[in-house]
């Protein structure tokens, strides 16, 4: 495998890329609404801390999104712009803005396949306290790239186990 992708990624696309891992379905949001709910009711017949903790978590989950777009859009401004990947049977290469990280497979603690990208998190330090990680947008990718990568993905037994979302269930 070895693919190479140039492109120009802006803050908006970076930040709508990172924001669609979060929880979006409608049913899982009530879902979890309804768990802190349920935690809050049942903490009232006891210790007032615990009530206070699922309230907490509860007003977590409704401001979210807006607190979740402003991080991102931060974290943005550092990988805008000028975007280069190299994929390749060892590992990745990723430049984009300031950030220039070559990330060994082996390392790789989780890839998380979303509609827009997937981002890709390792074990490895960029200054000695700050994981790399990387996310690619697959709209800079042709589908038999896509393709080719996602199966990769599925049958490398460095990282068949790591992937989380839609491609793990498309190639079971």
């Known amino acids: 495998?070895?693919?190479?992708?140039?492109?120009?990624?802006t803050q908006e696309d970076l930040a709508e890329a990172v924001r669609s891992n979060v929880v979006r379905s409608p049913v899982q949001r009530r879902l979890l609404i309804g768990f802190w709910t349920a935690v809050a009711v049942f903490g009232a017949l006891g210790p007032w801390?615990?009530?206070?903790?699922?309230?907490a978590g509860l007003a977590m989950i409704?401001?979210?999104?807006?607190?979740?777009?402003?991080?991102?859009l931060m974290a943005a401004r550092r990988f805008s712009g000028e975007t280069a990947v190299r994929i390749t049977g060892d590992g990745l290469a990723?430049?984009?803005?300031?950030a220039r990280y070559e990330i060994p497979w082996t390392s790789v603690t989780r890839v998380t396949d979303n509609p827009l990208?997937?981002?890709v998190a390792s074990n490895l330090?960029?200054?000695?306290?700050?994981p790399m990680g990387a996310t690619i947008l697959k709209a800079a990718f042709t589908p038999e790239q896509q393709a080719g990568f996602e199966s990769f993905l599925a049958t490398d037994s460095?990282?068949?186990s790591?992937?989380?979302?839609?491609?793990?269930?498309?190639?079971?």
Do not use: E, H, N, Q
């Open 158 to 160: 460095r990282l068949a």
């Open 49 to 55: 801390g615990f009530t206070v903790v699922a309230l």
């Open 62 to 72: 409704g401001s979210a999104p807006v607190a979740y777009r402003k991080l991102a």
């Open 1 to 9: 495998m070895d693919i190479r992708i140039d492109y120009v990624v």
């Open 117 to 119: 990208a997937w981002a």
């Open 94 to 98: 990723y430049a984009a803005g300031t």
């Open 162 to 172: 790591k992937v989380r979302g839609p491609v793990k269930a498309r190639l079971a």
């Open 125 to 130: 330090k960029t200054d000695g306290r700050v």
